[in-house]
């Protein structure tokens, strides 16, 4: 099993940053591919970011890219993302996820990954 729990999240104006950490246990960092999704309120959930277990595969939304950095530190078991020149569409909760599959084809979809979060709520004001 393995456990994750997002931080990080919170009130921010445009044109803000702020960083999300994913903490996750039971498991090493370095055997999980990572990715983080996002729903709004009315939407359906959608990619944000991945990172592969060896970090030589990055991906990232298109809305996204540019202004959302994803990284691992394996030696704190932890992936990040730092976002930033954020805009009120960025709104949503966002959801840290993992996948303990050797290799994933696809890691910009969710039913790819075989753990989640609880989530934590991003909001940009404008």
């Known amino acids: 099993q393995v456990q994750l729990v997002e931080s990080g999240g919170g009130l921010v104006p445009a044109g803000g940053s702020l960083r999300l950490s994913c903490a996750a246990s039971g498991r090493a960092l370095s055997s999980l591919h990572m990715g983080w999704f996002r729903q709004a309120p009315g939407k359906e959930r959608e990619f944000v970011a991945a990172?592969?277990?060896?970090?030589?595969?990055?991906h990232y939304a298109g809305s996204v890219k540019g202004r959302f950095t994803i990284s691992r530190d394996n030696a704190k078991n932890a992936v990040n993302l730092q976002m930033n020149s954020l805009k009120p569409e960025d709104t949503a909760v966002y959801y840290c996820?993992?996948?303990?599959?050797?290799?994933?084809?696809?890691?910009?979809?969710?039913?790819?990954?075989?753990?989640w979060g609880q989530g934590t709520q991003v909001t940009v004001s404008s």
């Open positions: 996820s993992a996948s303990v599959a050797i290799f994933i084809a696809t890691l910009t979809r969710g039913d790819q990954y075989d753990y």
């Open positions: 990172i592969s277990m060896t970090g030589d595969r990055i």
